[in-house]
């Protein structure tokens, strides 16, 4: 069994930043694909952005392109999303997934594993 934890998230002022981590233990293999997707209440949950374990390539929303950046560190099992300049719509929970390489990324669909979810809240 896989288990993805998230942490990082809080309560932040609009234009400002917030970095979220993401801590896989459990069997994982190196060929996947971590993903960051988001709930609004009211919403479906959507993209954010994607990293692959093996490799360099990321994937983003184009919404979140230039101001949310994700990365990883492999030796500590860990992917980050730093997001900068944030507005009130950013206010979500913000969930980190892991996925078959090669899969969708961009979908709910390909992540086969999620963790509990940690909020963001963007005020003004």
């Known amino acids: 069994q896989v288990q993805l934890v998230e942490s990082g998230g809080g309560l932040v002022q609009a234009g400002g930043s917030l970095s979220l981590s993401c801590t896989a233990s459990?069997?994982?293999?190196?060929?996947?694909?971590m993903g960051w997707f988001r709930q609004a209440p009211g919403k479906d949950r959507e993209f954010v952005a994607a990293?692959?374990?093996?490799?360099?390539?990321?994937y983003y929303a184009d919404s979140m392109k230039g101001r949310f950046t994700i990365s990883r560190d492999n030796a500590k099992n860990t992917v980050y999303l730093q997001m900068l300049r944030l507005e009130i719509e950013d206010t979500a929970i913000y969930y980190c997934a892991a996925g078959p390489y090669g899969g969708n990324w961009w979908r709910i669909q390909a992540y086969d594993y999620w963790g509990q979810g940690t909020q963001v809240t963007v005020s003004s």
């Open positions: 459990g069997r994982t293999g190196s060929r996947v694909v």
């Open positions: 990293i692959t374990w093996s490799g360099t390539s990321t």
